[in-house]
């Protein structure tokens, strides 16, 4: 009875995973010492021929399966977690994403070599099988290592951003019980959140009983900015802290007053100097607005 083609490639993805476990220690050695390996694995050749093991085996898992061109097949997941981290490491080194698919692409030439050194008849058709079921294989390996290289290309971005956010959002103590945030730029949602969470956590670690918002950098304050605004200020609140906003241009107050916005309820101050002497008054903090007496002065 003839094999159909179905059976044939079958026989042909379960010879390969019989083939990478058998051979498997042989295709890590030769593994190793490959770009992708070789670079994230710079101080233990053992160690890298080991996650070159672990790779081996998924793929073996993943042959024996029939699934080589699924990328979502169950044993992929450890691939994932093992070339992925590497791929992400080189990714944050500053490599590129064709740089790291080149270097996964170098993987399949050793496995193929081996393959070939050991089967005797090349011309054979199950062997002609094998070869493509070997190719299917590491090409669908390929995609799984660039989809997971995209990923984590963009959870780092996405730190990135929102560490930028909170270097450009910093809560200074600016006196006993006293916090500030000096705002610089545009105040969007995911800023505002930043914003909002930074000031508390300052607020529950330093017991302040003030909080000053300065928004002499925001460069304008439409209805939006104006309901983020009162968000914090609300929020600061609850936390038993009174919130004074400081740095109101003149333009800004027109600009205020022509949306309607109401800030009835939200102490203003004209500078954040003015407004730490508020707090500082609140206090009963004493202390001299005029110029300091110099040292020599009678």
């Known amino acids: 009875m003839p094999v159909s083609e179905q059976d044939a490639a079958q026989e042909a993805a379960e010879w390969v995973g019989a083939f990478l476990t058998r051979r498997r220690e042989q295709i890590a050695q030769r593994w190793a010492d ?15 021929v080991e996650a070159c093991k672990t790779v081996i085996d998924a793929l073996a898992t ?5 699934r080589l061109d699924d990328i979502t097949a169950p044993a992929f997941g450890t691939v994932r977690d093992q070339l992925g981290r590497m791929a992400a490491s080189r990714a944050w080194t500053g490599s590129s994403s064709a740089q790291i698919a080149d270097e996964v692409a170098d993987l399949r030439e050793p496995v193929t070599s081996v393959l070939r050194e050991e089967v005797t008849d090349q011309s054979d058709a199950a ?17 799984v290592i660039m989809e997971t290289t995209l990923m984590a290309g963009e959870e780092l971005i996405e730190r990135q951003r929102q560490q930028l956010m ?6 200074i103590s600016l006196w006993e019980n006293i916090v500030a945030v000096p705002l610089i ?29 300065d928004i002499t950098g925001v460069p304008t304050v439409d209805s939006l900015v104006a309901q983020h605004l ?30 309607g916005i109401d800030l009835s309820s939200v102490i203003t101050r004209a500078t ?4 730490l002497a508020y707090a500082l ?5 004493e202390f001299s607005s005029g110029p300091a007496t110099g040292a020599g002065t009678r």
């Open 34 to 48: 490959a770009t992708l390996f070789r670079t994230v694995f710079t101080l233990s050749r053992d160690e890298s």
């Open 62 to 66: 993943v042959a024996t399966s029939g």
């Open 127 to 143: 062997a002609q099988d094998s070869l493509l079921a070997l190719t299917v294989l590491m090409g669908t390996l390929r995609l």
């Open 166 to 171: 909170e270097v450009a959002t910093p809560v």
């Open 185 to 213: 730029g545009t105040l969007d949602s995911a800023r505002s959140q930043v914003v909002m969470e930074s000031l508390l956590d300052a607020i529950v670690a330093q017991r302040a009983r003030y909080a000053i918002l």
């Open 230 to 259: 009162m968000k914090t200020v609300a929020a600061a609140r609850l936390m038993g802290a009174e919130c004074i906003v400081s740095g109101i241009r003149p333009a800004i107050a027109q600009t205020i007053v022509q949306l």
């Open 272 to 275: 954040l100097a003015d407004a």
């Open 281 to 285: 008054g609140q206090q009963g903090v």
